[in-house]
């Protein structure tokens, strides 16, 4: 059973800074993939951040420089490490793996960016 837990998010001021958790169950991170994807109001989800089971990452270009993929392997914990804050950052987060073929979601995370 695959089961992520994302935590950590909130309301920030613009130029804050937040640290997002995902908790996983039923994955092996030093082998899958780990994901953090976003969805603001009326858009569809968007690929933000990944990192490999052998820790290479991606960033998508409007996040490159702010944030920060990184992963506790022993733990089961994956991390958003979230910089300089953008009004245009404001969507639900979500934590994203692939196992067997298809993808597993968990319920995501709200991050409001606003003064």
């Known amino acids: 059973q695959v089961q992520l837990v994302e935590s950590g998010g909130g309301l920030v001021q613009p130029g804050g800074s937040l640290r997002l958790s995902c908790a996983a169950s039923g994955v092996i991170f030093s082998t899958n993939l780990m994901d953090w994807y976003r969805q603001a109001p009326g858009k569809g989800r968007e690929l933000v951040a990944r990192i490999s089971g052998g820790s290479n990452t991606n960033y998508a270009d409007s996040v490159k420089g702010r944030f920060t993929i990184s992963k506790d392997n022993a733990k089961n914990i994956l991390y958003l490490q979230m910089n300089s804050l953008k009004p245009e950052d404001t969507a639900i987060y979500y934590c994203?793996?692939?196992?067997?073929?298809?993808?597993?979601w968990g319920q995501g995370t709200q991050v409001t960016v606003s003064s």
């Open positions: 994203h793996t692939f196992l067997l073929g298809r993808g597993y």
